[in-house]
């Protein structure tokens, strides 16, 4: 029999057996299980954080395989959800996650509640659904996005996502490192505000390369 003292040792060893355990009990909701939500479901599902919700109505396509990190060859055409929710369930045998396929419009109906909510979507429409969602339930969520090799990342409490210009933008194409270095960064700070740990909010990561492939990062405070 797995003990979770063994499985979560390396983190136990960082905060204890007290933190670790309050993580069994937090709640979230990742929006979207394309690069950035699968990738956050595999960071968060072996973190120890005890459910997980997982919406998506999209299925797999081939171009989707070499930046999403829970689909293999076989998955193509299969709903992505339901596949997340399989990769988190084989890696931690404690977690609860179940996956949900509809569309964040129909999700958010279902009055759940939640400790955090993470972004993983991919248009910003969407997004400034999750703002208004997550503020009616007087819950944090997580932004992220991708395109290129560059991307951004914020966590969301007081401040207004409408800030951004919300228009239909396309990204041109996307890297799949930059999908697991921004999903990482969303879900450090998620696992550190879940554990009790200090977190900066309402301020907004920008990542990118200059012209000389360095890695240059930026912060701006975001009003309310």
Known sequence: MIKTKDYFNR???LWGEE???????????????????????????TSGIG????????????????????????????????????????????????AFNIDFETFKKLENSYDLILDATDNLQTRESID???????????????????????????????????SDHKPAGITAPIVMHIASLQANLALRYLAG??????KLYYLYFNSDGELITQKFAMPS
């Open 132 to 166: 208004k969602y997550a503020k009616s339930r007087d819950t944090p969520w997580i932004y992220g996005s991708v395109e290129a090799f560059h991307g951004q990342v914020c966590f969301f409490e007081n401040a207004s996502f409408q800030v951004f210009n919300i």
């Open 11 to 13: 983190q136990i060893q």
């Open 19 to 45: 933190t670790q355990t309050s993580l069994e009990k937090k709640k979230i909701a990742i929006i979207g299980s394309g690069g950035l939500g699968c990738s956050l479901a595999l960071a968060l599902g």
């Open 51 to 98: 459910y997980i919700d997982i919406v998506d109505f999209d299925t797999v396509g081939l171009h989707n395989i070499h930046r999403q990190v829970a689909f293999g060859l076989k998955d193509e055409n299969r709903l992505k959800a339901e596949v997340t929710r399989e990769m988190i369930e084989a890696k931690n045998p404690f977690v609860t996650a179940r």
């Open 197 to 202: 740990l200090s977190v900066v909010k309402d």
